[in-house]
C-alpha cells in the first residue's frame, strides 16, 4: 500500500504561508459566522433582506444552520478541504441569488470563496498536493 508523503520540500508551507493561510482561513470563518448569527437572532434589515432576495424568511434559520455546519468542517484541519468544497457550493447558491436579481453584492462572494481556497491552499500540504505549481 502507497502512502502519501506530505512532507516533501515542493509540498510543505513556508512558515509565513502557513500563518497567512491561518490568517485568511479564520477571517473567512468568523465572517461565515458574523453571517450566521445574524440568520439565527434577525436583527433589523435581515428578514426584509430575505424578502428583498425572494427568499422565504422561515428559511433564515436552515441557511444559518448550513452556514455554521459548513464553516465549522472548514475550520477543522482534518476536515478542511470538505468543507471547503460544501463552502463552495453555499456560496454558489447566495452568488446565483444575488446574480438572479441584477444585485452587485455577488462580488462578496466570489471574493469570501477566493479567500477560503487560498487560505487553504497556504496553510495545507495535502491541499498542495493535489494542486501543484510550477516554481
Known amino acids: ?3 502519501l508523503n506530505y512532507q516533501t520540500p515542493g509540498n510543505q508551507p513556508s512558515k509565513a504561508a502557513m500563518w497567512i493561510g ?8 468568523l465572517m461565515l459566522l458574523f453571517s450566521a448569527s445574524a440568520k439565527f437572532f434577525h436583527p433589523p434589515g435581515v428578514l426584509e433582506g430575505f424578502d428583498h432576495l ?3 424568511r422561515h428559511m433564515a434559520l436552515t441557511l444559518g444552520i448550513i452556514e455554521v455546519t459548513c ?9 478542511s478541504v ?8 453555499y456560496l454558489g447558491g447566495a452568488i446565483a441569488t444575488h446574480l438572479r436579481i441584477g ?6 462572494g466570489v471574493i469570501l ?10 496553510r495545507e500540504p ?10
Open 1 to 3: 500500500m502507497t502512502t
Open 22 to 29: 491561518r490568517i485568511l482561513s479564520t477571517l473567512a470563518v
Open 54 to 56: 425572494g427568499w422565504p
Open 71 to 79: 464553516a465549522i468542517i472548514y475550520a477543522i484541519p482534518v476536515t
Open 82 to 89: 470538505p468543507g471547503a468544497i460544501l463552502l463552495t457550493g
Open 103 to 108: 444585485e452587485p453584492q455577488l462580488v462578496t
Open 113 to 122: 470563496g477566493i479567500v477560503i481556497w487560498l487560505g487553504l491552499f497556504l
Open 126 to 135: 495535502r491541499f498542495r498536493s493535489l494542486i501543484p505549481l510550477r516554481r
